[in-house]
């Protein structure tokens, strides 16, 4: 199994809506990524955890607030969220460890806030 | 810091004539690089790495890129393309540590015209 599945696919909310985004994996990755896509644009780092650790955060608003509550998932709390935080929302998994890795990553979640 | 340039924001080419899409690279350490594409309204599937060893690196879907480090160049190449493979193809670099913290280019819109 070489998935990483995002759930939901679309998600239209307020800003003043709270929303989750999930994400799991089955492969034994330990480590785990957030990654936002505006359109036409590449993908940007938003956040690591490595082994159910927060690793990395790139400086992103505490709108948005990530969870790893065990080995095969990863959520991302939304909060508060601005129009322009509409984008596609990829996770990503990999080993953490130098060498022969890669990241897999998910279909994304397409976030569109009103 | 890591970072990756593709010149080329659209490349059109005619059905089962060869393509090269170009991506150059700027690092201070050794790097890792990869060749992403992504499809319409969907995530990131991996094409090919370069992570150490033969310059030449084959991938899927009979794409092959050719890591020359005096240009630091990773330049993507099909010799005869479908119109399946209208897409749009990111390059990536990540440095020599435990996570892929990916740094993309901009991206390149592959179209392929009957």
């Known amino acids: 199994d070489t998935e990483v599945t995002q759930t939901p696919k679309h998600l239209v909310m307020g800003m003043t809506n709270k929303k989750s985004l999930k994400c799991e994996q089955h492969?034994?990755?330990?480590?785990m990524y957030w990654y936002k896509q505006k359109a036409k644009k590449p993908p940007e780092l938003m956040f690591v955890?490595?082994?159910?650790?927060?690793?990395i955060n790139e400086s992103v608003p505490s709108r948005f607030s990530p969870e790893c509550p065990n080995s095969s998932l990863l959520n991302l709390h939304l909060h508060a969220l601005q129009p322009e935080d509409s984008a596609l929302y990829l996770c990503?998994?990999?080993?953490?460890?130098?060498?022969?890795?890669?990241?897999?990553f998910g279909q994304g979640t397409r976030l569109t806030v009103v | 810091a890591q970072s990756v340039t593709q010149l080329d924001s659209q490349v059109p080419v005619f059905e089962e004539a060869p393509v090269e899409l170009r991506c150059n690279y700027s690092?201070?350490?050794?790097?890792?690089l990869f060749w992403y594409v992504q499809y319409p309204n969907q995530g990131l599937q991996l094409l090919l790495k370069y992570l150490s060893g033969s310059t030449l690196v084959k991938g899927i879907n009979g794409f092959e890129a050719e890591f020359n480090k005096s240009q630091t160049s990773f330049h993507l190449r099909k010799p005869s393309v479908h119109i399946s493979d209208t897409a749009e193809y990111f390059c990536?670099?990540?440095?020599?540590?435990?996570?892929?913290?990916?740094?993309f280019g901009t991206g390149t819109r592959l179209l392929v015209s009957p």
């Open positions: 690092s201070s350490v050794s790097v890792y």
């Open positions: 990536a670099v990540s440095g020599n540590t435990g996570f892929q913290k990916l740094v």
């Open positions: 955890y490595s082994y159910e650790k927060l690793s």
């Open positions: 492969m034994g990755h330990r480590a």
């Open positions: 990503a998994s990999s080993q953490p460890r130098r060498g022969n890795t890669e990241a897999f």
